[in-house]
Nanobody
Framework: QPRLVESGGGVVQPGGSLKLSCTGS????????ICWFRQAPGKQRELVAI???????NYADSVKGRFTISREHAKNTVYLQMNSLKPEDTAVYYC?????????WGQGTQVTVSS
């Protein structure tokens, strides 16, 4: 079965950085649009960043200028570089690969920003 696996979450102080990875197995991630979502306790899932199969990126206003989404084709992986982290960035982060009629989700990785 095709799978997506996120990694790279953890605990970081405000102002710190983390880099999340989203790696696909048994399918080619580069052929899909990839989204990073996050969900904080008691809140709805929020779209954070997207990179299209053609490489076009877009970000939520709350993370623009701080987060960067990118691909590494050779590793079948999409990254989310998160800088200048704030307590309000605390959430479970999920990646999603989609194209018409096909949709895969990872299991999520916890990011906690706390002093």
């Amino acid at each position: 079965q095709p799978r997506l696996v996120e990694s790279g979450g953890g605990v970081v102080q405000p102002g710190g950085s983390l880099k999340l990875s989203c790696t696909g197995s048994r399918f080619t991630v580069n052929r899909y649009n990839i989204c990073w979502f996050r969900q904080a306790p008691g809140k709805q899932r929020e779209l954070v960043a997207i990179i299209s199969s053609g490489g076009i990126t877009n970000y939520a206003d709350s993370v623009k200028g701080r987060f960067t989404i990118s691909r590494e084709h050779a590793k079948n992986t999409v990254y989310l570089q998160m800088n200048s982290l704030k307590p309000e960035d605390t959430a479970v982060y999920y990646c999603n690969a989609y194209r018409p009629k096909t949709d895969y989700w990872g299991q999520g990785t916890q990011v906690t920003v706390s002093s």
